[in-house]
């Protein structure tokens, strides 16, 4: 499509063609790009060298996750992870965040809370599923125990350091001014700990996934991870292989769908730093 102007001729074209070259230029070169592509190279020599049931092709664990989609039990069985998941981890984000303003705002709540955290974070997630599973079976309880006592410490944690690093200036200086307290919450309070609130949701429904699938591995009848302990008594690496990357594929879809737009908007008035080193 061209345009005259005068005696010029304008090709309106060149600069959106450009503008999607560039693009693709830039997402086709990016180092997320090169490293996917590296490991899918890597694996297929592998699994070319080793000529196994154990090491699937790229291409045959990508058939699979196909079949998977096509049949529509991905989304029946996400559906009832993300129940499990959901529900368990906003009671994990209700104690760990009662426990962290706790923590962080008396000491002696801190003394009183901290053994019981410390040991909540040492603890690995299996012991956690094993013990629900056990005490409550195959009900609903079993994942929201395990999530609950797996994620909130990790929360507790992030929301105690946040509440510790406020600025006891600005807040002082709000009491002298007599702020109302929902305006020191809102334009004070808030803002200082959103950047903790984040990492505590990240870092906290990370934990819960793990957990939920683990306990489904022992005691469901459905979710991803009934469906990745049915490949395994199968023995069909690249079923687990399927099952497991969808799984992992809707996860980047929630962080980068959801979590990292929530920072770059909650986090817009944050002065941005391009290098530290």
């Known amino acids: 499509m061209t345009s005259n102007v005068g005696s010029v001729s304008v090709d309106l074209r060149a600069p959106w063609a450009a503008r999607v070259l560039q693009s693709l230029k830039t997402s086709l070169l990016s180092p997320r790009w090169l490293a996917i592509l590296i490991i899918l190279v890597a694996w297929q020599v592998y699994a070319t060298i080793r000529v196994s049931r154990l090491v699937p092709t790229p291409l045959k664990v990508a058939i699979t996750t196909w079949d998977v989609l096509a049949s529509g039990l991905f989304f029946e069985h996400l559906a009832a992870s993300l129940v499990r998941i959901l529900l368990g981890f906003a009671l994990a984000m209700l104690v760990g965040t009662a426990v962290g303003v706790l923590m962080g705002s008396r000491r002696s709540w801190d003394e009183f809370f901290k053994d019981f955290v410390i040991l909540g974070l040492a603890l690995p997630g299996l012991i956690y599923a094993l013990l629900s599973v056990m005490f409550f079976g195959i009900s609903l309880l079993a994942p929201l125990v395990a999530i609950l006592f797996t994620s909130y410490p990790f929360v507790a944690v992030n929301i105690s350091e946040g509440v510790k690093a406020l600025d006891k200036d600005l807040l002082d200086m ?104």
Request: proline share 4%; glycine share 10%.
């Open 174 to 277: 709000s009491h002298a001014y007599r702020v109302g307290r929902w305006r020191v919450v809102r334009q004070v309070i808030l803002p200082s700990l959103l950047p903790f609130i984040l990492a505590a949701i990240r870092n906290g429904f990370a934990i819960a996934w793990k957990v939920c699938t683990l306990v489904e591995v022992f005691g469901a009848i459905r979710g991803v991870g009934y469906m990745i302990r049915a490949s395994f008594d199968s023995y069909s690496v690249h079923g687990i292989l399927a099952w497991a990357l969808l799984f992992g594929g809707v996860m980047l879809a929630i962080e980068y769908g959801c979590m990292v737009p929530a920072e770059r908007y909650f986090g817009r008035w944050r002065p941005k730093v391009k290098q530290v080193i």
